[in-house]
């Protein structure tokens, strides 16, 4: 029996790692420590959580891993979720293209649209989230380019196998080679205004400078 998809309808992903000291945020700890690192994990995931449940949207979160290692870290992102009653899913794949596509195709057998951010993109507030939602109303594909060359966000109405193939993820060539690679397909692809992530120490910098959040 065939399900029928409301093409109105729309959920958001929050792509995260599970928190673990010295696997998070490697390029804060030269900075920050292996500590001070995992704290700036926690503090950007929860600011994008609270971006992307602001919008009024459906939101699942997506662990790199199934969950494991119980910690106070952890625990202060579970709480949080297990507050909102958001659904907790793991991505599946060998690179971050394959997670991304097997993430949207999954959700877009559900909803009209489904878009993706990483935790490291506080940058995304709702209004931007908002903005590319309606770009899904004509456009395949929506795309929030980040100003190292990435992308902040990602959003579709349609995927097609291998559309995120041939990209040389972590480089300054990431969103040039997935728009070629899209295009090439056939997709409509729409672009936003560029945003900022989290990577650097710079950049955090950038991020504490914001007002706070209530949590």
Not at 24 to 36: D, F, I, N, S, Y
Not at 42 to 51: G, K, Y
Not at 64 to 87: G, K, Y
Request: glycine share 8%; hydrophobic share 40%; aromatic share 6%.
């Amino acid at each position: 029996m065939s399900v029928l998809v409301d093409r109105h309808s729309t959920v958001l992903m929050q792509f995260a790692k599970w928190p673990k000291q010295g696997r998070v945020k490697t390029r804060l700890m030269p900075a920050l420590g292996a500590a001070g690192a995992l704290d700036a994990h926690i503090r950007l995931t929860l600011a994008v959580l609270d971006n992307l449940y602001t919008t009024g949207y459906p939101v699942q979160f997506w662990w790199d891993r199934e969950p494991d290692e119980a910690s106070e870290e952890a625990d202060i992102i579970l709480r949080n979720l297990e507050a909102t009653n958001l659904a907790q899913k793991t991505q599946q794949g060998a690179n971050l293209g394959d997670r991304m596509l097997n993430a949207l195709a999954s959700s877009l057998e559900e909803h009209g649209r489904a878009l993706i951010v990483g935790s490291d993109c506080p940058s995304v507030d709702p209004q931007y989230i908002r903005e590319a939602v309606q770009h899904l109303s004509e456009a395949d594909v929506v795309l929030g380019p980040s100003e190292d060359g990435g992308y902040v966000l990602i959003g579709a109405s349609r995927v097609v196998p291998g559309m995120l193939e041939g990209v040389e993820w972590g480089t300054e060539s990431v969103l040039e080679q997935t728009c070629s690679r899209l295009k090439k397909l056939g997709l409509r692809v729409q672009l936003l205004e560029p945003r900022w992530d989290v990577d650097e120490p710079e950049d955090w910098e950038r991020f504490t400078r914001l007002p706070p959040i209530e949590l």
